[in-house]
């Protein structure tokens, strides 16, 4: 599969219009449903490679904007969403420079 090409597994005839946010692969148990000694075999099952891991993310991707930015209404959902996201990140990569910030002097 070429970078911008439809997955292998789609098909015009059987799937109708093209939507980016579904999966057109065999399709499998859902995570929350399996069984605790089944999740080994779940992963084994996994397409690993970074094409599939790409794509996982774009679908993942037009999940959300199909449900939270593309709606005729939209909400702050997803600025807050951004937001909080944003914040997450940013605190994440800066922890190491201010952890050594604390004050301790409130006992």
């Given at each position: 599969m070429?970078?911008?090409?439809y997955?292998?597994?789609?098909n015009?005839?059987v799937?109708?219009p093209?939507?980016?946010?579904?999966?057109?692969?065999?399709?499998?148990t859902p995570?929350?449903?399996?069984?605790?000694?089944?999740?080994?075999?779940?992963?084994?099952?996994?397409?690993?490679?970074?094409?599939a891991?790409?794509?996982?993310?774009s679908?993942a991707?037009?999940?959300w904007?199909?449900?939270?930015?593309?709606?005729?209404r939209?909400?702050?959902?997803p600025?807050?969403?951004?937001l909080?996201?944003?914040m997450?990140?940013?605190?994440?990569?800066?922890?190491?420079?201010?952890?050594h910030?604390?004050?301790y002097?409130?006992?």
């Open positions: 070429a970078f911008g090409d997955p292998k597994e789609y015009p005839a799937h109708g093209y939507d980016p946010a579904r999966y057109y692969g065999k399709p499998d995570f929350g449903q399996l069984k605790l000694n089944e999740i080994g075999a779940w992963f084994g099952r996994r397409n690993k490679t970074p094409s891991l790409m794509g996982a993310c679908r991707w037009w999940r904007q199909h449900k939270y930015v593309q709606p005729k939209v909400g702050m959902a600025f807050f969403q951004l909080v996201g944003s997450t990140f940013f605190y994440v990569i800066n922890y190491g420079k201010m952890k910030h604390r004050n002097k409130y006992h």
